[in-house]
């Protein structure tokens, strides 16, 4: 079946690093990919996405391309601040999968002064 | 502002409790979800309402009851949950195409959910 592995935390680094949070996807189809973020206390809010083969999604400074031949759908960031600690969440959802979604497991990020 | 919101934002219930989780959306959306976030557990969804159709993940115990009066408000009513039940519950909302119409999936739109200890 359709499915999302992101790869696990938790994840610390320091200000200013390079982040890469790895997530690949198994599907028949063509899905749309997300990246959702999840600050403390908050439900998730959709980050970026992309919706066809090649596209990149982008905000707030955070990339992901959708990647068809490795099957991925990397979520990176330049420089890394303290307020982008939260728990991230790759999610995939298409006709394929009855426009249903599909939630990796979250990995947790904290990034420290 | 997300335009889903959840009311409400705590609960602790008994065991013997009846309780009712309230969830609406402003965003003229014709779909809304439940899910259900457990510590160290993927999100799983619990129901779908769409197109006034209902879906429902047959691992969701009856204890649990939807209720979706309309596009814009649904419930999750609780009755004799027992400990485990004790989780963050999302609700979300999207813009649904028809089934088989080829209509790409929008996004969905989350509430900050209600955090439900059961005791």
């Known amino acids: 079946g359709d499915s999302v592995t992101q790869m696990e935390g938790p994840v610390t680094l320091s200000e200013e690093a390079f982040l890469t949070i790895n997530c690949t996807y198994t599907?028949?189809?063509?899905?749309?990919l997300f990246w959702y973020v999840q600050y403390p206390g908050e439900g998730l809010q959709l980050l970026l996405k992309?919706?066809?083969?090649?596209d990149k999604g982008s905000n707030k400074g955070f990339e992901a391309t959708y990647r068809k031949e490795t099957t991925s759908f990397h979520l990176e960031k330049g420089s890394v601040q303290v307020s982008d600690s939260a728990v991230y969440f790759c999610?995939?959802?298409?006709?394929?999968?009855?426009?249903?979604?599909?939630f990796g497991t979250g990995t947790s990020l904290t990034v420290i002064p | 502002e997300t335009g889903v919101t959840q009311t409400p934002r705590h609960l602790v219930m008994g065991m013997t409790n009846k309780k009712s989780l309230k969830c609406e959306q402003h965003?003229?959306?014709?779909?809304m979800y439940w899910y259900k976030q457990s510590a160290k557990k993927p999100l799983e969804l619990m129901f779908v309402?769409?197109?006034?159709?209902?879906?429902e993940n047959n691992s969701v115990p009856s204890r649990f009851s939807p209720e979706c009066p309309n596009s814009s408000h649904l419930f999750l009513h609780l009755h004799t949950l027992q400990p485990e039940d004790s989780a963050l519950y999302l609700c979300?909302?999207?813009?649904?195409?028809?089934?088989?119409?080829?209509?790409?999936?929008?996004?969905?739109?989350f509430g900050p959910g209600t955090r439900l200890t059961v005791l």
């Open positions: 309402y769409s197109l006034e159709e209902r879906v």
């Open positions: 599907a028949t189809g063509y899905p749309s």
């Open positions: 999610a995939l959802s298409g006709s394929s999968t009855g426009n249903q979604f599909y």
């Open positions: 979300a909302s999207s813009r649904r195409g028809l089934a088989g119409g080829g209509v790409s999936t929008d996004t969905q739109y």
């Open positions: 965003l003229g959306h014709n779909a």
């Open positions: 992309a919706t066809k083969a090649d």
